[in-house]
Nanobody
Framework: QVQLVESGGGSVQAGGSLRLSCAAS????????MGWFRQAPGKEREFVAA????????FYADSVNGRFTISRDSAKNTVYLQMNSLKPEDTAVYYC???????????????WGQGTQVTVSS
């Protein structure tokens, strides 16, 4: 069964850093755009960052641009999200996605991970 497994979440103080990882269970994902979304309590899930299947193009939400960096290691079927200068408003459950960039699904079927909690305290 195809799976996306996130790790690296946790609690950090404002200004700190965390690195999220998303490991895909199959090499199929080397042909997928990959990305991260997040959902805070009481809010809708929102786009955070995405990377093309080749890794040649990256996309960011305005709220994280310049602070977060997405990358992928195709040999390890893994996507990373380096989060620096974290703010309390970054607190959310972060979900890994395979298949879409922002709201556009580019490859189907689309897959989601189970989510990992990130908590930033002031």
């Amino acid at each position: 069964q195809v799976q996306l497994v996130e790790s690296g979440g946790g609690s950090v103080q404002a200004g700190g850093s965390l690195r999220l990882s998303c490991a895909a269970s199959e090499r199929t994902f080397s042909q997928y755009p990959m990305g991260w979304f997040r959902q805070a309590p009481g809010k809708e899930r929102e786009f955070v960052a995405a990377i093309s299947w080749s890794g040649g193009a990256t996309f960011y939400a305005d709220s994280v641009n310049g602070r977060f960096t997405i990358s992928r290691d195709s040999a390890k079927n893994t996507v990373y999200l380096q989060m620096n200068s974290l703010k309390p408003e970054d607190t959310a459950v972060y979900y890994c996605n395979a298949g879409r960039i922002r709201s556009t699904v580019l490859r189907r079927p689309e897959y989601w991970g189970q989510g990992t909690q990130v908590t930033v305290s002031s």
